[in-house]
């Protein structure tokens, strides 16, 4: 049976390890993530990034091996914010939803993303040669007023070979798992019903003002 401590405060690791047992291996998952090829969506989108999402820490003891502490923090980071500058025409980032009033006049809407699930195995039989990760985030977006427009679960996988260090591995295939989920919310986002639906009212508000002002 495996112990999860799902995500705790990187303050806490120590702690954590500790309860865990002396043994822990531990991974910083670094990365640069290519900024999408894509044509923006026409909206001002605030991104609410909470604490969670910039310190998370997932810490797992798997059976017959150590304890594992995988930071996935700054990555995320990395991983959405440039993402989030090529989809949309304007961001800016925001404390909370709803957002200040004063702020809600030059905001189409606000996007929170969260990593709801993380998942990885680590072979130990001789025959096994790769590790996998799994990873699932939400994205919830938000009208600047608070009223849920959508959630969306956004899935990725990675795979990588075991070599070297086991802790190196899980990076790669942290990495992929990364990357595919960065290419889902780039391609698929706009697609999704609720989305859509919301776009095309945003442009035919746009379309409105743009008449009464003409």
């Known amino acids: 049976m495996r112990a999860v401590f799902r995500t ?7 702690a954590t390890a500790a309860l865990l047992g002396a043994c ?10 290519p900024a999408p090829l894509i044509e923006p969506l026409p ?3 605030g991104i609410l990034y909470d604490e969670e999402l910039k310190n998370f820490v997932h810490v797992e003891a798997l059976p017959q091996q150590s304890a594992w502490t995988i930071d996935l923090g700054d990555a995320n980071l990395a991983l959405l914010s440039p ?7 304007e961001t800016r980032t925001v404390d909370a939803v709803p957002v ?3 702020l809600r006049d030059t905001l189409d809407g606000v996007i929170r993303p969260r990593l709801e699930k993380f998942e990885f195995d680590v072979p130990i039989g001789e025959r ?9 985030y939400q994205l919830t977006l938000y ?10 679960p956004v899935s990725g996988y990675g795979k990588a070979e075991l070599t070297g260090r086991r802790e190196d591995s899980v990076r790669r295939a942290a990495v992929i798992a990364m ?3 960065g290419a889902a919310i780039s391609t698929k986002f706009a697609e999704q019903p609720d989305v859509s639906y919301w776009l095309r009212e945003r442009q035919d508000e746009a379309a409105l003002s743009a008449d009464l002002g003409s």
Do not use: K, Y
């Not at 705790?8 to 120590?14: A, D, Y």
């Not at 822990?24 to 993530?33: E, G, I, L, T």
């Not at 096994?128 to 699932?136: A, I, L, P, Y």
């Open 8 to 14: 705790v405060c990187r303050s806490t690791l120590t």
């Open 24 to 33: 822990v291996s531990s991974v910083v998952v670094d990365a640069r993530f």
């Open 43 to 45: 909206v001002r989108m």
């Open 83 to 89: 993402l989030f500058e090529r989809m949309f025409a």
């Open 100 to 102: 200040a009033p004063a």
């Open 128 to 136: 096994d040669e790769f590790v996998e990760v799994w990873m699932q």
């Open 143 to 152: 009208n600047p007023d608070g009223s849920v427009v959508t959630e969306w």
């Open 179 to 181: 990357r595919e989920v």
